[in-house]
């Protein structure tokens, strides 16, 4: 099955510096990459998601970029603020049932 | 749109008796609902898919005949743990699939379980 390792497990950035959260994956068949923030507590909310057929994607300060040929993709926060602080979860999917494996997580603390 | 409720919240029980978690997509017909279970300070592990009409599908290591799972509409599917024990107690959360949004899963709030 699919196994997704994310790196590192906790973070510390100061605020206004950038943030980058790394993942592998192991099943080429995977298709679907979504990064989702989850604070305590509460239920995992996605933040952006990438195609097997894109090799970058953007929103505001927030971009992922894959490598299909290396099987990794990595998330980017810039100009991290206090409130970007939660775990941020990788995760991969394929079309042969549709389950996300996660990565184990990063705790990402942003200071002031 | 793609919203997904679980009900309750939140529930204590003592050890030994079984608890229902109900998992609702509000606004969409969920093709396929999934169900994790996440540890304190751990990430999200699948514990089964569920197709409506069908048998739920396990992971490996997940007792079906204790977390029996229904999915008996295309809104609607439910987690009983039975005969819960104080090692039950996690955060279950529920995910649904629409079919339409390419692979994307909606999730549900969680409900977290405590076994005395």
């Known amino acids: 099955g699919e196994n997704v390792e994310q790196h590192p497990s906790t973070l510390s950035v100061q605020e206004g510096d950038s943030a980058v959260i790394k993942c592998t994956y192991s099943?080429?068949?995977?298709?679907?990459f979504p990064w989702y923030k989850q604070e305590l507590g509460k239920r995992p909310q996605l933040i952006i998601d990438i195609r097997s057929n894109v090799g970058e994607k953007k929103d505001q300060r927030i971009a992922v970029t894959l490598n299909k040929t290396a099987k990794h993709f990595s998330l980017h926060i810039t100009e991290t603020q206090p409130e970007d602080s939660a775990v941020y979860f990788c995760?991969?999917?394929?079309?042969?049932?549709?389950?996300?494996?996660f990565g184990k997580g990063t705790s990402l603390l942003v200071t002031p | 749109g793609a919203v997904v409720s679980q009900h309750p919240s939140r529930v204590i029980c003592k050890s030994g008796t079984s608890v229902k978690i109900e998992c609702r997509s509000l606004?969409?017909?969920?093709?396929?609902m999934f169900w994790y279970r996440q540890f304190p300070k751990q990430s999200l592990m699948l514990m089964a898919t569920s197709n409506e009409g069908s048998k739920a599908t396990y992971e490996q290591g997940v007792e079906k005949d204790k977390f029996l799972i229904n999915h008996a509409s295309l809104t609607l599917s439910t987690l009983t743990v039975t005969s819960a024990h104080p090692e039950d107690s996690s955060f279950y959360i529920c995910?649904?699939?629409?079919?339409?949004?390419?692979?994307?899963?909606?999730f549900g709030p969680g409900t977290r379980l405590t076994v005395l």
């Open positions: 995910s649904a699939r629409t079919g339409a949004y390419y692979n994307e899963q909606f």
């Open positions: 995760a991969a999917t394929s079309n042969s049932g549709y389950a996300l494996n």
């Open positions: 099943d080429s068949a995977s298709n679907y």
């Open positions: 606004d969409f017909q969920a093709t396929t």
